[in-house]
């Protein structure tokens, strides 16, 4: 039997830290909640061992945090978190997406076109998770063609972080469609080779929630006084 047929199974505990991500992305499980070790071993079937496990997992991962002698919660994600999500996102895409331009060949524009279709997909049927998951797959396919596997390691690293930004700027948007439509443009400019043109739409992209952010920040300070 080749490699290739070999089916890699996770450990138990990183299904658990999985699926306790996509309640966390899904809201099914909010920001600030408790996670009671023994009601997830009973509610998975597991141990609670696994349970702690996947709890380091997701600790690692800065997604929950111990609290001594209080318990384990789902860290709550401030507005400096979306700060430095936006700085670090800009300071990282930018140039790898710059680097992975020349890489970009028929084949691989195919697959970016498809992601996009099924953007567009997810924006007719106004699934938000759908499209975050899509824009991750985006994001990470030209990241990864970068070339530099130091840039390609520390993005996969914020995988998490950067999920879990993008499940706050549905309230940034007009709809579902103009978070798809700037994927289509973004991907229209990468198809052009146009390097500064690429540098420029990526942080556009990234920085339009800052400056919707700022606005309201800045209205609040108004409103207070």
Request: overall charge negative; some cysteine.
């Amino acid at each position: 039997m080749g490699d290739d047929n070999i089916i890699v199974q996770k450990p138990l505990s990183e299904l658990i830290a999985d699926q306790l991500k996509k309640d966390i992305w899904s809201e099914s499980i909010k920001f600030g909640d408790r996670l009671l070790e023994t009601d997830l071993a009973e509610h998975f079937d597991v141990s609670r061992s696994t349970i702690r496990e996947a709890f380091k997992i997701l600790e690692t991962e800065e997604l929950i945090v111990s609290k001594a002698r209080k318990g384990t919660y789902v860290a709550d994600f401030t507005e400096q978190d979306l700060n430095e999500i936006i700085e670090l996102r800009t300071l990282i895409e930018s140039q790898a997406f710059k680097k992975a331009m020349p890489k970009l060949d028929e084949q691989q524009l195919e697959k970016l076109k498809k992601i996009t279709e099924q953007m567009k997909i997810k924006a007719d049927e106004h699934d938000w998770n759908g499209l975050f998951d899509l824009d991750m797959e985006f994001h990470s396919f030209v990241v990864n063609l970068c070339g530099n596997a130091r840039i390609v390691r520390i993005y996969n690293s914020l995988q998490v972080q950067i999920r879990t930004f993008l499940m706050h700027l549905d309230q940034y948007y007009s709809s579902p469609q103009s978070f798809y439509r700037e994927h289509e443009e973004l991907l229209q400019t990468l198809i052009s080779k146009d390097k500064d043109a690429v540098v420029k739409r990526v942080s556009n992209h990234i920085e339009y929630v800052e400056e919707k952010l700022l606005g309201v920040n800045d209205e609040n300070r108004v409103n207070a006084n």
